[in-house]
């Protein structure tokens, strides 16, 4: 395998304190990353990087690891702009949310959902996104669900069944009924094609009861669990996360000291969507309450077409420092360690030898212009897998 050097880093973000600077972040000044094949095999001072086959000069720009996106929704089809519209213009809105886009996806074809996974896995590439996780939940019926699994499975390891998204139309008037048949005919089908298994527990969709049959069920056939919890109101979303050993707890705008205590004591990260909160003008998450008490925080999109139609890692960076009391480098540690610890994985969103080598050059001398300077195009190159793939800005 040849090997590469990107050198003259001029600030190295490797997400291991034992490195550099000694912070979380283990930042390297005037760095370089070596690759081999697909994996980073060296890190440190760019004066003392090993010879290479081939070498790239990074022209004294920051390179941090890929961004690990650990929750969206990508599995669709339709558009809700009218709803988005009225909600931000104060106007009374009556379509059927979620349900419009499941009617939408319920009736494209597999290549035109395909299609648009692809469009919006491209569109988060160029901005930094290396590693995804995403979602059924817009099919509600046993095929429908079946097949947005296997459509996410093209483009993704991290897929995650959502059959437990909201009580499906066809039995609004029986949801024990909904959840028999999620627990059950869905969960056999979907379960080859998933790692994942979630719920939204929330009032108007699953109640602790449910989710916690939903989750049960899932584990059972192999599927490990998250959960959408506490985001509309206090509910038991988060203990029960903590209860299962959930992968994550989602969301997390609404908390009690008890929960706070409880994820801080586990293993369950609590992942913030701030793009849910900018796209509702809901209460933001409380970043600082939980990172002061211990827990493990992850940043993520929540990419869909209702609630936080972004792609964009960058921007939810610059909203968690601008308005959920996070540092920059809290926010990058989240939105890429963070993130990969919500998808309990190691090999991704740190970049130290035996890492995937997925990283972001950025058009910046620091990464904390990725909150300087928001909304501004930072991304110079993207590496995955040790190829670089995307140079949307001339890079």
């Not at 429908?144 to 995650?160: F, G, N």
């Not at 916690?212 to 069920?217: G, H, N």
């Not at 058009?363 to 991304?379: I, K, T």
Request: aromatic residues 6%; hydrophobic residues 40%.
């Amino acid at each position: 395998m040849t090997t590469t050097a990107i050198t003259h880093i001029s600030a190295l973000v490797t997400n291991d304190p034992s490195l550099g600077d000694a912070s979380p972040l283990g930042l390297i000044q005037d760095a370089a990353v070596v690759i081999e094949g697909d994996r980073v095999v060296w890190t440190g001072e760019s004066s003392k990087a090993p010879a290479t086959d081939n070498a790239v000069d990074a022209g004294g720009r920051a390179v941090i690891p890929g961004f690990v996106d650990s929750h969206s929704h990508l599995v669709f089809a339709g558009d809700r702009t009218q709803e988005f519209n009225a909600r931000m213009s104060g106007r009374p809105y009556s379509a059927g949310g979620i349900r419009t886009t499941v009617a939408a996806t319920r009736a494209a074809t597999d290549e035109e959902l395909s299609a648009n996974v692809a469009r919006y896995l491209a569109e988060a590439l160029r901005q930094g996104t290396t590693t995804f996780e995403t979602k059924s939940g817009y099919g509600l019926t046993v095929e429908d669900e079946a097949r947005a699994l296997r459509v996410a499975a093209r483009h993704t390891d991290e897929v995650t069944f959502l059959g437990a998204h909201i009580v499906s139309p066809d039995y609004a008037d029986d949801p024990a009924g909904y959840v028999d048949l999620v627990t059950g005919p869905m969960l056999d089908a979907c379960a080859p094609h998933a790692r994942w298994v979630d719920v939204f527990c929330e009032r108007g969709a699953f109640d602790g009861d449910q989710a916690r049959a939903i989750l049960t069920a899932g584990r059972a056939r192999g599927l490990h669990p998250r959960v959408h919890a506490n985001q509309l109101g206090h509910g038991p979303g988060v203990q029960l996360a903590v209860e299962l050993d959930a992968a994550s707890a989602d969301h997390c705008t609404h908390l009690t000291d008890a929960d706070v205590d409880a994820l801080a004591h586990s293993a369950t990260v609590a992942t913030l969507l701030p793009g849910a909160e900018f796209s509702t003008r809901a209460p933001w998450p409380d970043a600082r309450r939980l990172l002061d008490a211990g827990a493990t925080v992850a940043l993520s999109t929540d990419c869909n077409p209702g609630s936080s139609f972004t792609s964009s890692l960058p921007f939810c960076i610059a909203l968690a420092v601008r308005d959920m009391g996070m540092t920059p480098d809290e926010a990058l540690w989240s939105a890429t360690a963070g993130g990969a610890a919500a998808l309990r994985r190691d090999d991704v969103g740190r970049l130290t030898p035996g890492a995937r080598a997925d990283l972001v050059v950025l058009d910046a001398p620091s990464h904390v212009h990725l909150a300087y300077r928001p909304g501004v195009p930072l991304v110079h190159q993207v590496w995955r897998a040790g190829e670089r793939v995307a140079a949307p800005y001339g890079g």
